[in-house]
């Protein structure tokens, strides 16, 4: 199959002439709802541990030390997730600049599309991401 490849007949990747599938947007639509509830459950726990912890310090009069805590950690945690998610953003931009060209895979149009928005996005999720968990370290530093 390789050799006929070569000689432009065939392709190594044969889809079946099928597209990309139409039911994957409604999935990946599912996906997105479900990873927001899941992050909007872990911001209600952390907001209700703040809360709990900004009730006791006050009780014992030490408010204003949790506060200059608190404020320190969320500038270090932005500051931090910051710097990171700017660098992550050069370095992927310049690997998308240096590895764009011309389409050699005997890939439909479609196909081709859908797996550029794909790396796209998932360019973009991995900086977001990454910048929480480094501005997160950060934080806890």
Do not use: H
């Amino acid at each position: 199959m390789a050799a006929d490849f070569e000689r432009g007949n065939g392709s190594p990747l044969d889809f079946g002439g099928q597209q990309v599938p139409k039911q994957l947007g409604t999935i990946i639509k599912w996906g997105a709802v479900i990873v927001a509830l899941i992050l909007l459950f872990a911001l209600l726990s952390f907001a209700r541990s703040v809360y709990t912890d900004w009730l006791w310090y006050d009780a014992l009069g030490f408010k204003g030390v949790f506060i200059k805590i608190l404020f320190t950690r969320i500038v270090l945690l932005v500051v931090g997730g910051l710097v990171f998610g700017t660098l992550l953003s050069v370095s992927l931009y310049f690997a998308n600049r240096m590895s764009s060209g011309p389409v050699t895979l005997p890939l439909p149009p479609e196909m081709v599309d859908f797996l550029r928005r794909l790396v796209f996005w998932g360019s973009a999720a991995t900086v977001v991401a990454m910048s929480l968990i480094f501005g997160a370290i950060l934080a806890s530093q």
